[in-house]
């Protein structure tokens, strides 16, 4: 399995409270990816990195922010948590040349 | 029009069934096919990329149409173990790496049952 991490795995927060979510790889991976997951819309992409300090928006970036500072470490933020971002939040990762993705464990954020 | 439309299922067949489903995409840039497996409430991992000529892997069959623009999964001799949703994915490549979009059906749910 590839080497990529999640954490918190789950989180309860308040609405309008910021919340960041760390995923953390040790392949040394060029690229890196934050999705959410809602049933009926399947995995869509938030934003993703392909570098260090190397970011670009998704398809529904609106309310999260993102940074990457080491090739290990990509951090999503949502600035002040809505009950509509309430979801299971993938991280991905992907080596140059590659078109593969591998996807770490997840977390389960709910916004009450 | 999503770009990746997959039958939502769920396909409820009994064990040793053989069972396919399809995909279809909307652009015809598409270079690239995966089919991925997510168990529930786990991540999505690679269950086998998708060739032009079509590729085979164990009880496992994948194929390309180009010109319908659909990818298929065969699944021969079904095991309970088979249940999960599987989703399908399509990469479209950019003018460089960091550009190419990678698109996922919403997935395809499969239930065996004994």
């Known amino acids: 399995d590839a080497g990529i991490t999640q954490s918190p795995r789950h989180k309860v927060t308040e609405t309008g409270t910021p919340v960041t979510l760390r995923c953390h790889q040790t392949?040394?991976?060029?690229?890196m990816y934050w999705y959410r997951q809602d049933p009926g819309h399947g995995l869509r992409l938030i934003h993703y990195?392909?570098?260090?300090?190397?970011?670009d928006k998704g398809e529904v970036s609106d309310g999260y922010s993102v940074s990457r500072s080491k090739t290990e470490d990509f951090l999503l933020t949502l600035e002040s948590a809505t009950s509509s971002q309430t979801s299971v939040y993938f991280c991905?990762?992907?080596?140059?040349?590659?078109?593969?993705?591998?996807f770490g464990p997840g977390t389960r954020l709910l916004v009450l | 029009r999503k770009e990746v439309e997959q039958d939502p299922g769920p396909f409820n067949v009994p064990e040793g069934a053989t069972v396919a489903f399809n995909c279809t995409y909307s652009?015809?840039?598409?270079?690239?096919f995966f089919w991925y497996r997510q168990d529930c409430r786990k991540e999505p991992k690679l269950l086998m990329s998708?060739?032009?000529s079509g590729n085979e892997d164990g009880r496992f069959t994948a194929q390309l149409n180009r010109a319908s623009q659909y990818i298929s999964l065969l699944i021969r001799d079904s095991k309970l173990s088979d249940s999960a949703t599987y989703l399908c994915?399509?990469?479209?490549?950019?003018?460089?790496?960091?550009?190419?979009?990678?698109?996922f059906g919403s997935g395809t749910r499969l239930s065996i049952r004994p």
């Open positions: 991905a990762i992907r080596g140059t040349g590659e078109e593969t993705q591998y």
């Open positions: 392949e040394n991976h060029r690229y």
């Open positions: 990195s392909y570098g260090v300090k190397d970011t």
């Open positions: 652009n015809s840039a598409s270079q690239s």
């Open positions: 998708v060739y032009s």
């Open positions: 994915v399509v990469n479209i490549p950019g003018l460089y790496s960091s550009a190419s979009k990678i698109i």
